[in-house]
């Protein structure tokens, strides 16, 4: 049950707090601001309410009321005198709740009205086919009367021809001999008896063919019945039916009543209809046809508006145009753009939206988005791959985690009885490392990450392709602000952390410290009652080595981890660079399968067959399983850090997968461009000129090139913007310098290098390039170049102040002050205020400035002098003139 607090409630209903907490107390509920208020106390105020204003009790309301108002546009005149008059008609119709005994009787009143209709349908029924039965005997009748004289005709023509023809008998038969009398009776009674044969013979034809007649009239009727039958069973049902276009019982009543009206007027209309077609049916066939289509015509049904909008589940792709868009939720383009103006969009029919946006404006819309990915294409080369062979155990993923300078790559150099740490350049990890070490225990993949706070990125990726996070802090330093954030990525990825106290060798280490700080983020030791493993160490001596990968074995026997060790491989790609003699180099880290040289792979945006493997020591290899890093050759581009890997069968479509990802990464990206011109349009109208320092970005590996993006962004303010017009992964060509020279930008390159005609082009456009190899000085020097594009600040600093102790009057300087220094110094040129009473009544310079009869340039403290304030002769006995100069500040980020 929803509740809201007294003041919302205040404020929804348009009345004051006190006003609503007196209403409550007079229905017996006792309220104060900031209560909260249910449903039912709601109803109980409400009931009251209605009570006090002579109302029945009931929250129910008694009427409704449905208002419509159309438009129109009339021409009035005609020729250049024409004019356009708005005419407005307004509708209203009020449907009004009846009470109990108003409901009784008016159900009374519909069945004894449907009663009474009912006796008169049967009784206008009754009269009709009264009406039929005298009409079709009074028809019979004239037909029976017509065929009987037609009769008596035709058997009195026939008697008289008899007659005639017997007279003529009897004549030739007297002039006949008694041979040829007896000859003529002869064929006279052979004619006779072929005629009866005939008739005989005819009449029983006759009444064959009436009893088949009979026959098909009979079947001819029956199925007649039946389908005239069914015909009346399936009406009677429509009818039982009760279809409403609404839920309001009101307004179901007020459909019945409309349809009950027009059943009626039906009716009537038919009833004339029939009664002329009877009186003119001797009109031709084609008027009949005429007046039949015209009649049908008025039986089909209209069109009904929906009482209510419809909600429709529109589908959403990662883009999809504003035309499409309206389409979809079947309203009009300029509908959707007059919406997303209202919205703050500026948009076409034919921009393209990205999913985001697209989602909040069918919201907005009433709709319900369905969010799609159309990877149909994808999904097909995915499925197509044969992950054959039995689950084996495999090494654990370790990711070595913490903060900056507290000895993480040294730990683990000692592990791996390198020197890495010593040819990083700054002494700190500015990229993530992947090793695998055979160890006494078994093999170990380690993934070392970046401490800086700008490889954030590196770390949550790093986090989320292990297994076992070890955490190094040291024991000198505590707990610091990337090593709670590595603590957060491990409990975000859901992988089990082991504390590693490092430099415990040193004699200010306090690992107690640390266990205090780290218990504070919720990582408890075993030793305190929880469930992490907090082992020292030391990165020098080799202190608690041999106990930090046992405690990672045995957390990987916990987890049981298992892969399948054949079958095509997948992974996860770790860090990636443009090498200028190899071409793009990824290195993955193989999760399942077995990955081999030749086979084809999809690393996100980019595909390519794989042309040559190498571990990290630079040896090649032909194949690796699960938990190995490998830097693989051959990919179409430098895919970016963190994709995943895939081995697909066709190398055909694996382009085609790529091309269409890389289609769509497109079109998103230029959706946001576009969003974001458009949100920011306004904005930069309203601030001005905004200073750009704009960079182009140089890298050596993708992962770098991210973070140092990211932490530029982020120096960013109101005033001066970082704008990366271009970055990359390899070395500067002439491509970055032009561009640069172009923009005006500078070039900043970190570890990697110009190119020789890249060389001779900064010389010739006078290029700012700069190298880097550390990401603090990179930071710092973009941070100061931006402070030098900072406007700067002027701030007033009094340096003299002098009170007034006469006046005199000079014919040509006017009033002059003669004055005592009180504090600091008095300049000639320095502008002055005068105060009466610390109040400034005049702001400006000095005329003149003179000590005796001289001229002087300045007046110190506990000294006379004259001043001539520059035109303003009201200064008086006791005013105090104020000297100040304007210093500028220079601002810094």
């Known amino acids: 049950m929803e509740e809201v607090t007294l003041e ?12 609503l907490v007196q209403q409550f107390a007079e229905a017996g509920m006792n309220k104060k601001a900031g209560d909260l208020v249910n449903e039912e106390e709601k109803q109980k105020l409400l009931a009251h309410l209605n009570r006090q204003h002579g109302g029945g009790g009931s929250s129910e309301p008694s009427k409704m009321t449905l208002k419509r108002k159309t438009k129109s546009t009339l021409s009035v005149g005609g020729g250049r005198d024409s004019k356009s008059v708005q005419v407005e008609v307004r509708k209203k119709r009020t449907y009004v709740k009846r009470s109990a005994a108003e409901e009784a009787e008016r159900e009374e009143q519909e069945r004894l009205a449907k009663e009474k209709e009912a006796e008169e349908a049967k009784r206008r029924e009754e009269e009709q086919k009264r009406e039929e039965e005298q009409r079709k005997e009074a028809k019979a009748k004239a037909e029976r009367e017509k065929a009987e004289k037609e009769k008596a005709e035709k058997e009195k023509a026939r008697k008289e021809k008899e007659k005639a023809r017997q007279k003529a008998e009897a004549e030739k038969r007297a002039a006949m001999t008694p041979e040829e009398r007896e000859a ?59 279809v409403h276009f609404t839920t309001s019982s009101t307004a179901q009543e007020a459909e019945d009543a409309q349809d009950f009206d027009e059943e009626r007027k039906s009716r009537r209309r038919n009833k004339k209809r029939r009664r002329k077609d009877e009186e003119n049916e001797d009109a031709p066939r084609r008027e009949k046809r005429r007046k039949g289509a015209r009649r049908g015509a008025s039986l089909q049904q209209g069109f009904n508006k929906p009482a209510q909008p419809v909600e429709r589940e529109v589908k959403i792709g990662e883009t999809i145009t504003v035309g499409e868009l309206a389409n979809r939720m079947a309203v009009k383009a300029g509908d959707l753009i007059k919406t997303m103006m209202k919205m703050g969009e500026m948009v076409t029919i034919n921009q393209i939206l990205d999913q985001d946006t697209a989602a909040l404006v069918v919201e907005e819309l009433g709709h319900k988005p369905a969010l799609v990915k159309d990877n149909a294409l994808e999904e097909e080369v995915l499925s197509d791959r044969h992950e054959g062979g039995e689950e084996a155990p495999r090494a654990p993923v370790v990711t070595v985690m913490g903060h900056v300078d507290h000895g993480k790559t040294s730990l683990l150099d ?213 938990s190995i890093p490998v830097e693989i050759l051959g990919l179409s581009g430098v895919p970016q850090a963190g994709d995943e890997a895939t081995v697909v069968k066709d190398e055909r479509k694996a382009r085609e997968v790529a091309n269409y990802r890389q289609g769509k990464y497109r079109e998103v990206k230029l959706a946001k461009q576009q969003k974001a011109k458009l949100e920011n349009m306004f904005a930069n ?122 006046v005199f009057k000079s014919p040509k300087l006017g009033a002059i002050a003669g004055c005592m220094v009180t504090e600091g110094i008095v300049k000639r040129s320095a502008p002055i205020r005068v105060l009466r009473d610390n109040v400034v009544i005049y702001e400006g310079e000095l005329e003149s400035l003179r000590r005796f009869k001289d001229d002087v340039q300045e007046v110190r403290n506990g000294m006379e002098c004259g001043i001539g304030v520059k035109n303003y002769n009201d200064v008086k006995e006791g005013d105090q003139i104020e000297v100040f100069e304007t210093v500028q500040v220079e601002r810094k980020l």
């Open 184 to 242: 003529a009776d002869k064929a006279k009674e052979e004619a006779e008896k072929l005629r009866r044969q005939q008739e005989e013979e005819a009449r029983k034809k006759a009444e064959k063919e009436a009893e088949k007649q009979a026959e098909e009239a009979r079947k001819l009727a029956e199925e007649n019945a039946k389908r005239w039958e069914e015909e009346e069973k399936k009406r009677k049902q429509q009818e039982e039916e009760d």
């Open 414 to 626: 000692y592990i791996r009885k390198a020197k890495v740490a010593s040819g990083e350049a700054g002494g700190i990890t500015q990229h993530i490392g992947a090793y695998h070490v055979e160890t006494d225990q078994g093999m170990v993949t380690f993934l070392d990450t970046p401490g800086h706070a700008a490889f954030t990125s590196m770390r949550a990726r790093g986090a989320g392709a292990t297994d076992v996070v070890i955490l190094v802090v040291a024991a000198d330093d505590g707990v610091m602000p990337q090593t709670k954030e590595a603590v957060q990525h491990a409990k975000a990825a859901g992988v089990p952390l082991i504390v590693a106290i490092n430099k415990m060798d040193k004699e200010e280490a306090d690992p107690d410290r640390v266990k205090n700080e780290l218990s504070q983020l919720d990582v408890i030791p075993e030793d305190w009652g929880g469930d992490t493993m907090f082992i020292p160490v030391s990165a020098h001596s080799g202190l608690g080595i041999d106990e930090l990968l046992e405690g990672v074995l045995l957390q990987s026997e916990v987890l049981d981890l298992k892969a399948e060790k054949t079958g095509m491989a997948s992974g996860i790609v770790v860090e990636s660079r443009l090498d200028r003699g190899r071409g793009p180099v990824a290195t993955i880290l193989v999760q399942r399968g077995l990955l081999k040289q030749g086979d084809v792979v999809l690393c996100g945006l980019e595909y390519g067959k794989i042309r040559a493997m190498r571990d990290e020591n630079g040896q090649e290899i032909k194949e690796a399983g699960p």
């Open 685 to 806: 109208m309203e601030e001005g000129d905004v200073s750009e320092l704009n960079i182009v970005l140089k890298s050596d590996v993708q992962g770098s090139l991210e973070a140092i993006s990211d932490a530029l962004t982020k120096l960013s303010t109101d005033e001066v913007k970082v704008n990366i017009i271009g970055s990359g992964v390899g070395g500067i060509t002439e491509t970055d310098i032009s561009l640069a020279s172009a923009s005006n930008a500078i070039v900043v390159g970190f570890n990697v290098r110009a190119e020789a005609a890249a060389r001779k082009l900064v010389e010739q456009e006078n290029v700012d390039l700069r190298y880097y190899s550390v990401i603090y000085d990179l930071i710092d020097e973009v941070k100061a170049a931006m402070s030098g594009m900072l406007q700067p600040e002027f701030k007033q600093e009094i340096i003299g102040l002098a009170e007034v102790r006469d």
């Open 8 to 19: 919302k409630l205040a404020k929804d209903v348009g009345t004051t707090v006190d006003r």
